[in-house]
């Protein structure tokens, strides 16, 4: 599952994020309305978490436009404002749930769940191309033609599900840095070399036909190799 984070606070954005890892959950986090509303209008997420207090264009005006834009992915409201008036005008304007601030982990979790569950579009349980797919149930790459499949660390999932999304289509190391360590994060080039490595090393332990293809100076692509 990928949803994208609209939070201002970037200590609780991160913290959210960590949470959404643990459950092998990726997260897009952005931090303003504007933003927001290009992310999801732009993106394919299964659910969007979205704060109302927001520089640039506030919560309720973010989800009015993904409704009138036609976009019926979930939306889950997290905001400190809990007054009934803001609730039933969170609701109103589109909202799948609207959870008020502080919350506990696990209800958040539950409710993001839930939200997707019931969504017009159910959220994609498996992503594949070539003889590979992708397993969110339990995290699992597979050959689909030999049978044999191993299991992928958080972030091995979600470099590998950024792939799925993009079948040959050269992503560059700073996409992928962005989409799969965040917008914030200090983590070096080098990790990600490390993580293709490890992937690269699991598809060629399923004997998978699909493999990894670096560009010198644009990024890298999946490919099937025929």
Known sequence: MRVLLVEDDRKLSAAVCKLLEKERIAADPVYDGTDGLDWALGGEYDAVILDVMLPGMDGFSVLREIRKAKVATPVLMLTARTALE???????????????????????????????RRGSTPPVMSLSF??????????????TENGQDVRLGAKEYQLMELFLRNPGQILSKETMQERVWGLESEAEYNNLEVYVSF???????IG????????????YSLEEET
Do not use: M, Q, W
């Not at 070539?130 to 050959?143: F, H, I, T, V, Y």
């Not at 992937?199 to 332990?205: A, E, M, S, T, V």
């Open 130 to 143: 070539g003889d590979l797919a992708l397993e969110s149930k339990d995290a699992s790459l597979k050959n």
């Open 199 to 205: 992937l690269r090393k699991k598809l060629g332990f």
């Open 86 to 116: 803001d609730r039933l005008t969170g609701l109103d304007s589109g909202a799948d749930y609207y959870l008020p601030k502080p919350f506990e982990s696990a209800e958040l979790i539950s409710c993001l769940h839930a939200i997707t």
């Open 208 to 219: 998978s036909r699909v493999k990894i293809r670096a560009t010198r100076g644009l990024g």
